[in-house]
């Protein structure tokens, strides 16, 4: 199933929310502020902190993903099939999505300094130890269902 680029630009520019479930069907969900849509029917998800959700992958690879934009009035649900991959040129781009992230922290707490420094302040602390991450691995998502959760106002 095709993303719209709507659909790509919501999930590029907001934390998603993956579900994932064990093989006896426990389930359970993360905030993933690592996601992008690299072409028209797959998702890459950077692994930096699973580990739950990473037993859940190998177990059983079917997902959910959630994500809304509420400024704009856009959430979305999109189910599909996980892969794993530790190296390769998928890993070398989880390495790009983190550093183009760095970027995006480093904007918006330049943003907070005048209207929010306490924010600023402990964003600043958080984005020093996310720099030092790397991730463990990065999760292919071929989507095959997308659904809009939101009524249009």
């Given at each position: ?41 797959e998702l890459l998800i ?61 904007r918006k707490i330049s ?33 095959r269902e997308i659904y ?6």
């Amino acid at each position: 199933m095709e993303m719209s680029d709507d659909v790509k630009r919501v999930i590029n520019n907001n934390v998603v929310h993956l579900a994932t479930s064990s093989r006896d069907g426990k389930p359970n969900v993360v905030p993933v502020g690592l996601c992008r849509a690299i072409s028209n029917h797959e998702l890459l998800i950077v692994d930096v902190y699973f580990k739950k959700t990473r037993k859940n992958l190998e177990e059983n690879s079917q997902v959910a993903i959630a994500v809304e934009a509420l400024e704009e009035l856009r959430a979305y649900q999109l189910k599909g099939k996980a892969k794993i991959f530790t190296q390769g040129e998928l890993y070398e781009r989880a390495m790009e999505i983190m550093k183009e992230q760095d970027k995006v922290r480093e904007r918006k707490i330049s943003a907070w300094r005048e209207k929010r420094p306490d924010l600023a302040e402990r964003f600043e602390k958080l984005a020093e130890r996310h720099h030092k991450l790397r991730p463990k691995a990065v999760v292919l998502v071929d989507v095959r269902e997308i659904y809009s959760t939101m009524h249009n106002a």
